[in-house]
């Protein structure tokens, strides 16, 4: 598969300072990428940066085989966004927002009709088809744009905190959507704070802080380096101090009644937990290993930074 984005050296500045700066990674096809860090570490302006919406200063960035700054308006064709605050008529229904879009974008009456009708029934908006955007809430007025934007089949989808406001049903739907676009050859980039919902359709990371990169890396291999975290429930809560001592074991913290071992991999073994207490006259009531989360391990990554 090819790649569809390739960002090098990637800068912009506002006044002087420097909102992102040295950005680079590549996306292929059918992949999707997300784009996490601290508020104020540049997601937003790099997705604006993306979608031609901001022109950036330093570096390059080619979508689809073209370099934006002169082939915007072929790229933006090819192209879908959700921001972070919803775009829509607030004096037109959610049918006729979604109608009109549908038109703008070159979409076929009937096949429109069609698109709509599903996306208002997956993300559970078809009673409300015919109130103004304006008179409902935040989370409704999210799912009405995350609708607008997934119209279309686009090569490439952009998506700025898409998870704003919606409820539990409003995510489960949007991972329904994206699934598809993606089994249908499109690609993803999501950037937002909350990991956790996109784990299973992800396969890039790229983690951003004060407008730099600390990492791009595949999900495979951030889960893989991950470090495990290992329970013991000793006899005496204060052996957690003999196991500050032991090599391999990165981090111990005590939580209520129980010590928490961050530890390699080559020590995170029941048997390999069981020979050090026995070795350090460790007396426990039980041991449990427990696998972080993909979010955990990219907070690990950030704290480490």
Known sequence: MGEIVQVSYLGKKHYGKSLIENIDFRLKQKQALYICGPPGSGKSVLINILSGVMKHDEGNLNILDNEIKENREKIAKHISCSW??????????????????????????????????????????????????????????KKVDLCRALLVEPKLLLLDEPTAGLDKEGIKSLIEELTGLKHKGSSIIISGQDIAPFEEIIDEILLLKNGKKVMF????????????????????IDDAQKFKEVRGIRDVKIVSDVIHLRVDENACSVERIVEICDENNIKVDGIMIKNPSLENAVEEVLLND
């Not at 890396?217 to 005496?236: A, C, D, F, G």
């Open 217 to 236: 890396q595949s999900k495979k291999t951030i889960l893989e380096r991950r470090m495990k975290v290992v329970i013991v429930k000793p006899k005496n």
């Open 84 to 141: 972070e605050k919803p775009e829509l008529y607030g004096n037109m229904s959610i049918r006729d927002n979604l109608q009109f879009f549908s038109t703008l974008y070159g979409i076929p009456i009937r096949e429109g009709r069609q698109r709509i009708n599903d996306l208002l029934k997956n993300f559970e908006l078809f009673k409300l088809k015919d109130k103004w955007p304006s008179t409902c809430s935040q989370g409704v007025r």
